[in-house]
């Protein structure tokens, strides 16, 4: 059973940092893809990253390509998104997600079978 928390949302200024944590539970093989969307109440929600939790891969959103950087630790059943440059429109809901799926993009993320978790709360001044 896949079960996620993410931690490390809030309030901060055009130009700050925040690093966003998500503890997970169950093997690695219910969720070798893992990754992070984001939603804005009464839009459509955004891939923002994935990773692939055995080979390291990662891809991104070109809208934060080079600002945020996702990474994990498996002895820690921890996955990150270390925020950087934020920008007003970067204010979402984040949600952390966990796929069973080798294959590991974007659209994974938005799959049937994905694991959600309740999601944190990012909010960026300008």
């Known amino acids: 059973q896949v079960q996620l928390q993410e931690a490390g949302g809030g309030s901060v200024q055009a130009g700050e940092s925040l690093r966003l944590s998500c503890a997970a539970t169950?093997?690695?093989?219910?969720?070798?893809?893992m990754g992070w969307f984001r939603q804005v109440a009464g839009n459509k929600r955004e891939g923002v990253a994935a990773i692939d939790m055995i080979s390291g891969g990662t891809i991104y959103a070109a809208s934060v390509k080079g600002r945020f950087t996702i990474s994990h630790d498996n002895a820690k059943n921890s996955l990150y998104l270390q925020m950087d440059a934020l920008k007003s429109e970067d204010s979402a809901m984040y949600y952390c997600v966990a796929v069973a799926s080798a294959a590991c993009g974007l659209g994974t993320l938005e799959l049937d079978f994905a694991h959600r978790g309740p999601g944190t709360q990012v909010t960026v001044s300008s």
């Open positions: 169950g093997d690695i093989w219910s969720r070798q893809c």
